[in-house]
């Protein structure tokens, strides 16, 4: 008898059975769906992850200022430390060539005034260099560029979501107030994707909320309550030539800091590719517990299977005396079971895979999640599957081939 007969009459079998193959199908079946949906959950945290992180820059390193206790800024006054300052950011990028660009922003409490409908937007007091760092691109108009930031002109650069919601106002060459103070709007920005960060470690801004104003320009604005000294920025952007330089200019980066801040650690540096390699690691780590949890649903399922075959082994014994007193061997009759185990375990994993895609497509719906399912998480698990059936599937079709013929007969 070839494969091809012994797969027909395992099938023929199975059919004469459909309720029991049903049920033995389904232990598979749901851990099938349990391996899709937690590798796709899982990689869906992953891609939100990396999102973030790439939203940060890659090739750039970011240092900022950090709230401090009383104590602290007792030390620091001590000390002399004024906070992140332009001045660290020349120091910065004269301490190493291959640092590209070196962005200081402050962000600034204000609000647009006089605009149809209330606009909060982010106000953000730059240089030129963080149009370069950030690739801002602008859709009408241009970037702030370093003279507006020598001449102290008072215009500004509107996020695309800023531009639409201020309507008529929202157009190169208008004026808005902030806090009635006029700025000419010189440029509306492109749209720029942005994903909401989980943390602060690894949350943007989202530039299209955001209204930029030449650095020092804020001077003219009305001063607000703020836990920061007056001149203290919030944040450096430092950008370098290429990834590869990344670690060396984060140690030049804290070196020059600890030079100009006298010791004190009134700042936090966030590297991105540090941070991408450790979500790597973390998402390793992840998977493999989630592929754990789901290969011991599965191998639950094999179980269950191989509790069916045996009681079928023994329902058909005196069909196996039959089959080898006609000429059939014992590996006729293994490879029968054999198959008929695979071909439950292998119903119940493309089921479970069909399931288990749309199971993923709920979550993200109902839940927010993000779920990808990638194709090898498809080839794990009809892999993992067969592996289950083989497993199941061998010691019941070993016992049925080992049966003396004669014994089978007998038996009723």
């Known amino acids: ?215 020092g320009c804020e001077s003219s604005l009305p001063a607000r309550p703020t836990s920061l000294p007056k001149n203290t920025l919030n944040e450096l952007i430092v950008q370098l030539s290429h990834s590869d330089h990344i670690i060396k200019g984060s140690r030049v980066t804290r070196r020059v800091l600890e030079q100009t801040h006298y010791g004190v650690e009134d700042y936090q540096m966030v590297i991105p590719l540090e941070l991408m390699q450790q979500a790597h690691r973390t998402q390793q780590t992840f998977n493999l517990v989630l592929g754990s949890i789901a290969a011991i649903s599965l191998l639950v399922g094999g179980i269950g299977i191989m509790n069916i075959m045996l009681a079928t082994v023994s329902e058909r014994t005196r069909e196996i005396g039959i089959r080898r007193a006609v000429g059939a061997n014992k590996r006729h009759i293994l490879v029968q079971f054999l198959l008929e185990t695979l071909l439950l375990t292998l119903t119940g994993a493309l089921l479970g895979i069909v399931i288990g895609i749309f199971f993923s497509w709920g979550i993200s719906a109902i839940a927010g999640w993000q779920t990808i399912v990638k194709p090898w998480s498809i080839l794990l698990s009809l892999g993992m599957a067969s592996g289950v059936g083989i497993f199941s599937g061998l010691y019941p079709a070993i016992k049925a081939s080992s049966m003396n013929p004669i014994t089978a007969l007998r038996h009723e």
Request: with cysteine; glycine share 8%; charged share 20%.
């Open 1 to 215: 008898m070839n494969i091809w007969n012994s797969l027909s009459k395992s099938f023929r079998t199975l059919m004469m059975r459909r309720l029991r193959t049903l049920l033995s199908t389904l232990g598979v079946l749901f851990g099938v769906v349990a391996v899709i949906a937690m590798l796709s959950i899982g990689e869906g945290a992953k891609q939100e992850t990396l999102e973030q992180i790439e939203q940060l820059g890659m090739n750039s390193i970011i240092v900022r200022q950090i709230d401090l206790t009383d104590e602290q800024q007792q030390k620091a006054h001590e000390k002399r430390s004024q906070g992140l300052s332009p001045k660290d950011g020349i120091a910065i990028a004269q301490a190493y060539k291959e640092i590209k660009h070196v962005a200081p922003v402050k962000v600034i409490e204000g609000m647009i005034t006089g605009a149809s409908t209330e606009v909060v937007p982010e106000l953000l007091a730059v240089t030129g260099s963080f149009a370069e760092i950030k690739g801002l691109i602008p859709q009408e108009g241009r970037n702030l560029c370093n003279l507006d930031v020598d001449r102290k002109q008072q215009v500004c650069v509107l996020g695309h979501s800023i531009a639409q919601a201020l309507g008529l106002q929202g157009h190169v060459g208008q004026t808005i107030r902030i806090e009635n103070t006029q700025f000419k709007v010189v440029g509306i920005l492109a749209p720029k994707q942005w994903s909401q960060g989980k943390s602060n470690t690894l949350s943007s801004r989202n530039l299209n909320t955001c209204v930029l104003i030449p650095l």
